[in-house]
């Protein structure tokens, strides 16, 4: 028995719909026109809310925020084909997905704006899981949730989401496998946009694709064209089953391209030329799902325009209600400390609330 | 009612959770079939199955950030680290999301979890099984840290930990593992986290210790009592952080002196912080200075050198007879 | 001689360092081609080349764990953390192996590297961008913690740092990074770990603090001396640990009174430590407990609350007023 | 490009030794016969050293120890292969190869006794880090040091050990993540013992091979037969060599079984049968070697026996001078937290001096 091959791996990759709209006839999950409206609304309108905050951004009336545009096609699909139930479990690039979920437009600027009431989600039950700025902690809260649905029998399928970066950390590692072990029903998407800030994903790895890392989980993996939203559904869905039926953790690597900046607090112009970012640009997701739509017939430029005043007024109301003066309480933070009182926490609020009304006069 | 050392009182505090609310399951490394290495999961296997009593990989971040995500679930995860000289390993997870869960989601998302994890030194083991960095999660507000002395509070505090519904970092002292033993009701009872007990009356000097310091510092009183007819108030903290400032400070107005003593290195220590809140609260009743028994600032030694680095009764006495005097 | 801000002075340090001493080399997240997400290793690839400035994958453990190796080796690391907030991800690396390497092998193996990190409040940032949480690594022997307050002493005890035998946790306050400039030499100087500054002397109160804190310190000085003509004497703390306990001592033995001045949440803070060295030192000369002005025991709210949140030089006065009438 | 293949991937394994002594032809590296007898006589004064710490640490001459028994074929040929330069980063159960790059047997005696001393070394330039007794730890060093071989153009390799268990560990991930972005000169060597004390292999990962977890970093994997020395030998020595020309890291599983207890606190008993440890016995690495080299007629029982008598003498001696009442200061410890002097611990230096001085005779 001496040199032998023990086991053989290999890396599928789907794409369904070319950058040119024309979709693989026989790979067309041919998902009901009003389905792909919803899904080309979603992230028309996720586009928009990019556009509109990045304004504001500039203009000193929102706080720094990242950007998801170009990464629409990743998050809007995989949340469309979640179950009522499922967890979404982002990183912190998924204000599609988020809004497909249930998540209030205005979350995200009350958010970005400083204000936690920005988590405050309408409902618990919409299985959102906040932000999570610290990167690779949540694939370890995705195992956690999965386990609970496989220990509460609920069905319940936990969809993460992690940069390309973020599988350099530790936390995408121990996550991972624990699901693994675990068959917990979760699925992992990474969506590899090309760059963690300034570092270029072939600096960040040196394995060929990010999706063969899931072989060392001894899960499934498939890397799919993460501008192909119809390549995403099938993936995901396809992953989500296999969850759902107690088959274990699937790793998706959706490869797309961070259109715009890192966040707002970012000059790309630094590290990567103009000539890739317009390259990028003739990949991105929605033109191709436009001409997709165009394709069947099911779209057009009047609808298109109906659409675009439609998303923007939508977005017009969140910024309205959002820029009305609130009074959210500057007390708020010590309610929130523990669920039961503690003295320490008592005596100090007085003292915050006894200084908050001195002000700060003398600097 | 049955007499238990601190293994057997946690396992108790566990079996009887775990039996009362389905949702309470416990994981780590070892954990399951093995018992726990120091036994303290010892049984919970073939009560409860593998559904509920988890044998995890390797890996404490994953540990404790899979006890986050089954928190917000609707369990309530009794983590294990199988010494506290491991723990730092999830130190991420616990900074950015144990902790802030709560307040993050102004209370939407809370998490009922335990951190157990023994530590301290004593037993004569390998490195990094023998430290005490309670300040480590002390100084982050969003946990408690709670540290039992003894068996009997070690249930009950258990108990009381596992019931909260905000994370605690239960840490046990493997020097008082087996070191003695203590009635403890078969009926579950609870102390309140958050609450110092006064565990000795007495009116010359105020003695604070907590968790394996205990003994020495009981051994301690008892001796200055004896040799010198000194009234000594002992208090036992039990809970870490949040600090129970009132008993501290209406046992030091009456006292006017107060010794200190722990097992941490002495900068940036608990007794620092006792010593902060006394002078924030008791300042003007104080005889004298508080004095600091502690560990030293020193990398903790290996056990060839351990016995003289641990603070001892000695060491307690001259204290009290120093603070006495002064 | 130049009027840099913070972020240059750091800068130039490196640089010069990198300069004269070909085994120091800069590591972390985006610190070559983008220059630093505050652009403090700005320049340094070009004149340096990717071997010497090194653009790492996002793992803050690796980046730490593999300086750990390279200073065995004998090279000079000085690794950046984005962001203090993310550093909790190397505190299994820094627990292990970064504090305890020289006491393991009695000084055979010692670990000459700088971890840097941009901490503090102030700037409108994310979650995660504002804490201080300097006692965390200031509480385990076997580093130093090291932080400066102006452009000049940044560079001067960033050199220090880098020329230390042992490793330096250099805390940069990143509210202070582009507020000031100041004239810095162009020839090297340093500063020595591990002694605070008397920045003015003053003899009815000594007001102690560091890093970002020191400008609104200085600004309520001025008022409360404006107004009340009182004397104060000013430290800078500069190092965090070990820390000087002889220039503390000294001064509260003079002035009797004490107000500390801190970013992080109170309990389990610097300034408890503060608190009990005067207790410690200089007991017998305090006529009024020292005051601690921190931060609250809460999770750092976003920016939309941060402002209520810091300390401000209101309260400093306030401090001081109430501690001069004590 | 609908569902393609992007990229396939095989585990090689590799045995030359069978456990009766056969080794193939084809394979068998033809090491000289004094290599092959320093090779084996390494491994039984391993096993002797192992066997003579049991006995000490039962009567309670010794502290809690884990045993290498079972394990010596894959540090000991590992060590042999290095260069002198060459960096030995072990996790805790590499007695063996320790002793190969000139470790004194006293060292493992002192340091499980609980004193520092046995981490100093005769000479720094041994080049052996320290035991990382927390898991996982040590691959991040080695990234580091097979950086710092490049930085200096020394040409030195970084070898590093690791379990079964602490490839699950998040610094097993991002140290390999590094390693091989940095093309660094490292080889790994996970000993894959089937046992993280009680946690079984099948409960550690769901992957097929601990191997293929180097797909994740693009680096070559292998897996051997890690009670075979000469696999083990021909393994290491190919990835050193690659390492060396400057062709990066590669990750090697060797296949191995923890005979004895985890430490000499645990019992085995309680979560593995005899059945399962008998079995492991009939694949344990020095009767095979034995038989090889019979085989080859450089063995016989008369040498056997007088290696037998001569690990004894060299382990006798050690354990003699180990119990030899030494005078190591207590307050060793205040020397070596920093390289500098610093008032506090200076005073508390002063201060542990007089309470030592006044003992602990109250308790
Ligand atoms: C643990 C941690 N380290 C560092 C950072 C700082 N940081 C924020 S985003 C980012 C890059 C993330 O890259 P990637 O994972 O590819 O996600 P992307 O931003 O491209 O969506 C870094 C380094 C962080 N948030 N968390
Ligand atoms: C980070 C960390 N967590 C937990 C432990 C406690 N511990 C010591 S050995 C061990 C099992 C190690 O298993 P493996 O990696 O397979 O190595 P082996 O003991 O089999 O050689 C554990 C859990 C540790 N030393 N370090
Ligand atoms: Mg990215
Ligand atoms: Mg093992």
């Known amino acids: 028995m001496p040199r032998k091959q023990l086991a053989k791996f290999t890396v599928p990759f789907l794409q369904i719909l070319a950058p040119d709209g024309q979709a693989d006839v026989k790979l067309d999950p041919g998902l009901p026109d009003d389905t792909l409206l919803a899904l080309y609304r979603w992230m028309r309108l996720a586009r928009e809310l990019d556009e509109r905050m990045l304004k504001l951004q500039r203009q000193g009336r929102l706080g720094t925020f990242p950007p998801n545009t170009g990464q629409e096609a990743v998050s809007v699909p995989a949340a469309m084909v979640m179950e009522p139930g499922d967890w979404f479990v982002g990183a912190f690039r998924e204000a599609g997905g988020r809004l497909v979920r249930g998540e209030p437009l205005r979350a995200a600027l009350d958010y970005y704006n400083g204000w936690e009431e920005g988590n405050v989600l309408p409902d618990r039950d919409l299985h959102i899981m906040p932000n999570s700025v610290v990167i690779g902690c949540q694939i370890e809260h995705a195992a956690g949730l999965a386990y609970a649905s496989r220990y509460n029998k609920t069905g319940e399928v936990a969809v993460a989401f992690i940069g390309d970066g973020g599988t350099s950390e530790g936390g995408f590692h121990e996550g991972l496998n624990m699901a693994g072990v675990w068959k917990a029903p979760m699925v992992t998407i990474i969506q590899n946009n090309q760059w963690a800030i300034s570092i270029p994903r072939s600096q960040q790895t040196a394995s060929e694709t990010l999706a063969q890392k899931g072989i060392a989980y001894g899960m499934p993996v498939m890397q799919v064209d993460g501008n192909d939203p119809l390549a995403v559904w099938v993936a995901v869905t396809e992953a989500i089953t296999r969850a759902r039926k107690g088959d274990g953790p699937t790793l998706i690597e959706a490869v797309t391209y961070r259109l715009m900046m890192h966040t707002t607090a970012d000059d790309p112009t630094k590290y990567r030329t103009e000539e890739e970012e317009k390259q990028a640009w003739e990949h991105e997701p929605l033109v191709r799902t436009r001409k997709y739509l165009e394709g069947k017939g099911i779209w057009d430029q009047k609808r298109e325009d109906a659409l675009g005043a439609e998303v923007k007024a939508e977005v017009d109301a969140a910024v309205k209600d959002f820029e009305t003066p609130h009074s959210w309480d500057q007390d708020e933070p010590f309610r929130h400390v523990y669920g039961t009182p503690h003295p320490v926490i008592e005596a100090q609020h007085r003292e915050f609330l006894a200084n908050l009304e001195r002000g700060t006069d003398r600097g | ?326």
Chains 1, 4 share one sequence.
């Open chain 2, 1 to 326: 009612m049955a007499k238990l050392n601190m293994v057997q009182a946690v396992n108790l505090a566990l079996a009887q959770e775990m039996e009362s609310d389905p949702t309470v399951l416990v994981m780590g490394q070892d954990v399951a079939v093995d018992g726990g290495v120091f036994r303290a999961t010892e049984g919970l296997l073939d009560k409860f199955g593998a559904m509920r009593v988890v044998d995890t990989p390797l890996a404490e971040s994953g540990i404790v950030g899979g006890a986050v995500g089954m928190a917000i679930a609707g369990l309530k995860p009794v983590c294990e680290m199988q010494f506290s000289g491991f723990s730092y390993m999830m130190m991420g997870q616990f900074e950015a999301h144990v902790t802030r869960m709560r307040s993050r989601t102004h209370g939407q998302l809370n998490l009922p979890m335990v951190i157990r994890m023994p530590f301290g030194g004593g037993v004569r083991a390998l490195e990094h099984h023998s430290e005490s960095r309670e300040v480590l999660y002390a100084h982050q507000p969003g946990a408690r840290v709670v540290i039992p002395s003894g068996p009997r509070n070690a249930r009950a505090l258990l108990v009381a930990a596992i019931r909260d519904p905000d994370p605690v970092v239960f840490m046990e002292p493997k020097h008082s593992y087996r070191a003695f033993r203590e009635e403890v009701p078969d009926e579950s009872e609870t102390l309140p986290i958050g609450k110092a007990q006064v565990v000795q009356e007495g009116t010359d000097l105020t003695l604070i210790s907590w968790g394996a310091m205990m003994r020495p510092t009981l051994k301690a009183a008892a001796t200055v009592e004896k040799e010198r007819g000194a009234s000594i108030e002992i208090i036992d903290l039990l809970t870490i952080a949040p600090l129970d400032h009132e008993t501290i400070a209406a046992s030091v107005s009456k006292t006017g002196r107060c010794v200190v003593v722990q097992e941490a290195p002495r900068s940036f220590g608990p007794s620092s912080e006792i010593t902060a809140v006394i002078n924030d609260k008791a300042f003007w009743y104080l005889e004298a200075p508080v004095k600091r028994l502690t560990g030293y600032d020193v990398v903790t030694p290996y056990f060839g050198r351990e016995k003289s680095y641990l603070p001892n009764a000695d060491q307690v006495v001259r204290g009290i007879v120093e603070t006495l005097d002064a």
